[in-house]
């Protein structure tokens, strides 16, 4: 989850969990806020199994296709967060693509809409990757700018919040 500061969005969620739709989504309906979720694409409906999971600790469903779609019908901005959430820039530049234009193609099926916003897994990123990320379509990358110094004006900063 983070904060953006150049943004019309107040909240922004990463991985796309199924809380998301249960906790998030009623709270901040009732205080009329919007958010931008960002679900893996290759998880949705699924349990994650991509990432350090602590002994199961950290163990949760992501996010199915319905509601995915009520989000985006309720205001929320879908945004990828790749396809299956190895980092960019362990993949070839093909590999990249691949991950980049697929998880794309999914996330639009699902809300009959364009995606043009995505946070690259762990916020790790280079040249080579905003070059593809833009040439796929996207045009707005989020990005933790304790990480790494931005390069171009898609690039938006977020700071992120953990338990």
């Keep these: 989850m983070g904060f953006s500061t150049n943004s019309k969005y107040k909240i922004l969620f990463d991985d796309g969990y199924e809380s998301v739709y249960n906790i998030a989504f009623p709270l901040m ?38 509601q995915i779609s009520t989000l ?57 990757i905003i070059d593809l990320i833009l040439e796929c379509g996207y045009k707005k990358i989020y990005y933790q700018p304790t990480f790494t110094k931005h390069g171009c004006n898609t690039m938006i900063p977020r700071h992120s919040v953990y338990a």
């Design 72 to 128: 985006a019908d309720n205001g929320w901005e879908i945004g990828s967060h790749g396809l299956t959430h190895i980092p960019f820039t362990s993949l070839a530049p093909d590999e990249l693509k691949f991950e980049l234009q697929k998880s794309k193609k999914i996330l639009e099926d699902i809300i009959k809409n364009e995606i043009v916003s995505i946070t690259p897994p762990f916020s790790r990123w280079n040249k080579r």
């Design 29 to 66: 309906q009732k205080y009329g806020f919007i958010g931008l979720v960002f679900p893996v694409a290759n998880y949705i409906g699924k349990m994650n199994d991509w990432d350090v999971t602590f002994a199961s600790i950290n163990k949760a469903k992501h996010l199915g296709s319905d």
